[in-house]
């Protein structure tokens, strides 16, 4: 583990604790925290329905990143989180456009490069692009949870 993700897990359970213990309103922290927030509240989201949370936050080459990386059952599932508000007009699944979706294959496949090198066999794994949409409320409590499963077409793969 990463001293950065030290300090984002870290992050992640100060922020959570004080918003259980109402010393903090979601809308009152800076988006990156915020962010941090809504990703754990879709992992334990996630934890609940049996996947295996493996990686969070994992950056490949180029500044590129995947927000979840988890298991379900016997395949990879790699997980983009995407938070807006519930009267948005701009909806979740319109910010996955051609060029995020590019770097969510780019960003996988060193991934799985690293996997192969750490000696993990990947010949037969099972990889699957998901996508969870979260809707909150005014003051910033997550809602609605939508999660596209195989978001990302195969013929998009470049793995």
């Given at each position: ?81 995407k938070a ?62 939508d999660h ?6 195969p013929k998009?793969?470049?793995?």
């Open positions: 583990m990463s001293l950065k993700s030290i300090l984002q897990n870290r992050k992640r359970n100060k922020t959570f604790r004080q918003i259980r213990r109402g010393t903090v309103e979601i809308n009152t922290l800076p988006p990156y925290e915020r962010g941090l927030y809504y990703e754990e509240f879709v992992c334990r989201w996630l934890k609940k329905r049996g996947y295996r949370i493996l990686d969070r936050n994992y950056y490949g080459r180029r500044r590129r990143e995947i927000d979840i990386i988890a298991k379900d059952k016997d395949t990879l599932v790699f997980i983009e989180v807006r508000r519930r009267n948005s007009v701009y909806t979740a699944l319109k910010a996955i456009d051609r060029k995020k979706r590019l770097s969510l294959m780019l960003v996988s496949r060193d991934y799985i490069r690293q996997l192969e090198r750490s000696g993990i066999d990947v010949e037969d794994l099972k990889i699957r692009y998901d996508v969870v949409a979260l809707a909150f409320d005014r003051e910033g409590v997550p809602g609605c949870i596209y499963i195989s978001y990302l077409e998009h793969e470049l793995i």
